[in-house]
């Protein structure tokens, strides 16, 4: 039964794990992109600012938020304006709608469309951690009672058993935590460059996507 559980955990950890990896990210909707008629006017413009702050008045769905020098957020790499929590993310060469980061375990932003999978592969692999380190416990807690001159018995457990279990420990521990503050994003319905947009400069968060 023990192993069963534990290929259960497997299975839906790899599952999540590769549908953070290979969904798509939805496309930027039309309406915030520049028409050509509208591009041609804006590389004739005087003051580009200007006629961006105009034209994204004209937007079918309001922008509430704004860049940090007070500006629209427009990305003259897309051509096109950022929705709200929209960043464009220069690993991926893409604005991300809702992006939350770029994240090198699954080499791919975690954003609108695969930000649920990325959330299961943290609670699954915090579980299997959890799991495996409290199966393999007794056996550890036994070399513990049957060591001598401090060091583990390898009479009474193999040496994999504990190592297995201190791993689990460390990334249950490390695993945990970003888990732990990603529940606390969901509930307050925040993402990560949005929680540290007021810790970095423009030019240190416009390379991490803002």
């Not at 006017?41 to 961006?52: C, F, Q, T």
């Not at 709608?97 to 932003?109: E, T, Y």
Request: a positive charge.
């Amino acid at each position: 039964v023990l192993l069963l559980i534990g290929h259960i955990l497997i299975f839906l950890q790899y599952s999540s794990f590769i549908k953070a990896i290979h969904t798509k990210h939805s496309p930027i909707p039309k309406q915030f992109h520049l028409t050509q008629e509208q591009l041609r006017e804006l590389d004739d413009a005087e003051d580009e600012k200007e006629y961006i702050r105009e034209a994204a008045k004209k937007l079918p769905v309001p922008v509430s938020m704004l860049s940090q020098s007070g500006n629209i957020r427009y990305c003259s790499r897309c051509r096109l304006f950022k929705p709200d929590r929209c960043h464009h993310c220069s690993l991926c060469n893409r604005c991300v709608l809702k992006m939350d980061h770029h994240c090198p375990w699954i080499n791919n932003c975690v954003g609108y469309s695969n930000y649920k999978f990325f959330f299961l592969f943290l609670f699954y692999t915090v579980t299997l951690c959890l799991y495996t380190g409290l199966s393999s416990l007794s056996d550890v807690i036994r070399a513990w009672t049957h060591h001598s001159n401090g060091s583990f018995s390898v009479s009474w457990v193999r040496f994999n058993v504990v190592f297995l279990f201190f791993m689990c420990l460390i990334f249950a521990s490390g695993a945990g935590f970003l888990l732990i503050f990603h529940i606390y994003l969901v509930l307050k319905n925040k993402t990560t460059l949005g929680k540290l947009r007021f810790f970095v400069n423009c030019h240190a968060c416009d390379s991490f996507g803002c």
